[in-house]
């Protein structure tokens, strides 16, 4: 049966393709790409003269059906412009598609900026959030961080050079001074790991360039607040006297330093 793959190419240097995937890609019928002028440039490196057709973020609607159609007469390769398809990348509508009519999906793994950026970190890799792109506007970047501020995970976001700036500036708002590692073009020429903490991060990169990849210290664990049986009562209280779930569990919160979400689920188990 004709099989999707799904397969991870190079973040930057070219020479980290991995010879699966590169047989995958010789031994495909199409090469679905997210730009077929970058994935040229790999292909024409590895001497690779397999078809491809464009998949990106604007067209994956309407392509879906023509790839689909594809993958009836023979094996379809998923690409990205770099990294793993799928991560803040297309991909995820024709993997859902595909597996929905029962063809198989395989992954061909390699890089992922996100997972290579935490591991050279220097931050705890054991628990993680990844976030993706930080939203354009200030109030909606500002809503995301806000809803990570209390993880102890250590957070991953990725970011472009014109919004870096506003990026690392909301983070120090909202997250206070943590430690970070900004990762910028890594596996490229001009690869640069910054640790510090995000106010020197912002002083740093005062004419940001290339790609970036953001590794945010989580919360510390050292006053980790708990939900005692106090706490319990007070929500209790509130709660027949009639004050609203979202007034109580904000005040609580501000109060104690607990989360709001398991402030929530304390809240639900007095109905």
Same mark, same amino acid.
């Given at each position: 049966?004709?099989?999707? =793959?799904?397969?991870a190419?190079?973040?930057g240097?070219?020479?980290?393709?991995?010879?699966?995937?590169?047989?995958?890609?010789?031994?495909?019928?199409?090469?679905?790409?997210?730009?077929?002028?970058?994935?040229? /440039?790999?292909?024409?490196?590895?001497?690779?003269?397999? #078809?491809?057709?464009?998949?990106?973020?604007?067209?994956?609607?309407?392509?879906? @059906?023509? %790839?689909? *159609?594809?993958?009836?007469? @023979?094996?379809?390769?998923?690409?990205?412009?770099? !990294?793993?398809p *799928?991560?803040?990348? #297309?991909? =995820?509508?024709?993997?859902?598609?595909?597996?929905?009519? !029962?063809?198989?999906?395989?992954?061909?793994? *390699?890089?992922?900026?996100?997972?290579?950026a935490?591991?050279?970190?220097?931050?705890?890799?054991?628990?993680?959030? =990844?976030? !993706?792109?930080?939203?354009?506007?200030?109030? *909606?970047? &500002?809503?995301?961080?806000?809803?990570?501020?209390?993880?102890y995970?250590? %957070?991953?976001?990725?970011?472009? #050079?014109h919004?870096?700036?506003?990026?690392?500036?909301?983070?120090?708002?909202?997250?206070?001074?943590?430690? %970070?590692?900004?990762?910028?073009?890594?596996?490229?020429?001009?690869?640069?790991?910054?640790?510090?903490?995000?106010?020197?991060?912002?002083?740093?990169?005062t004419?940001?360039?290339?790609?970036f990849?953001?590794?945010?210290? !989580? /919360?510390?664990?050292?006053?980790?607040? &708990?939900?005692?049986?106090?706490?319990?009562?007070?929500?209790?209280?509130?709660?027949?006297?009639?004050?609203?779930?979202?007034?109580? %569990?904000? @005040?609580?919160?501000?109060?104690? @330093?607990?989360?709001?979400?398991?402030?929530?689920?304390a809240?639900?188990?007095?109905?």
């Amino acid at each position: 049966m004709p099989t999707l =793959y799904v397969v991870a190419t190079p973040i930057g240097n070219l020479e980290d393709i991995s010879l699966r995937a590169l047989r995958t890609l010789r031994e495909v019928k199409l090469i679905a790409a997210e730009d077929t002028r970058r994935t040229k /440039r790999l292909l024409v490196t590895y001497d690779i003269k397999t #078809p491809m057709t464009s998949y990106h973020e604007r067209n994956k609607w309407t392509k879906l @059906g023509y %790839i689909l *159609g594809c993958l009836e007469e @023979g094996d379809v390769a998923l690409v990205s412009n770099a !990294g793993t398809p *799928g991560i803040a990348d #297309p991909g =995820y509508e024709l993997i859902v598609a595909a597996s929905q009519r !029962g063809i198989p999906v395989v992954p061909i793994p *390699g890089p992922s900026v996100a997972i290579m950026a935490l591991v050279v970190s220097g931050l705890p890799t054991e628990k993680f959030v =990844y976030i !993706g792109f930080l939203p354009h506007k200030a109030s *909606g970047r &500002r809503r995301l961080l806000e809803s990570v501020a209390d993880e102890y995970g250590t %957070i991953v976001v990725l970011e472009t #050079p014109h919004r870096l700036q506003a990026a690392l500036n909301d983070m120090l708002l909202v997250l206070g001074d943590r430690k %970070i590692a900004v990762c910028r073009e890594l596996t490229k020429v001009h690869e640069e790991v910054f640790r510090g903490r995000i106010s020197q991060a912002i002083e740093h990169f005062t004419k940001p360039r290339g790609e970036f990849t953001l590794i945010v210290e !989580g /919360r510390s664990g050292k006053d980790k607040p &708990r939900l005692t049986e106090d706490i319990e009562r007070q929500l209790h209280r509130m709660r027949q006297s009639g004050v609203t779930a979202k007034e109580a %569990i904000a @005040g609580v919160s501000r109060e104690t @330093g607990l989360s709001k979400k398991e402030l929530y689920r304390a809240w639900l188990k007095l109905l």
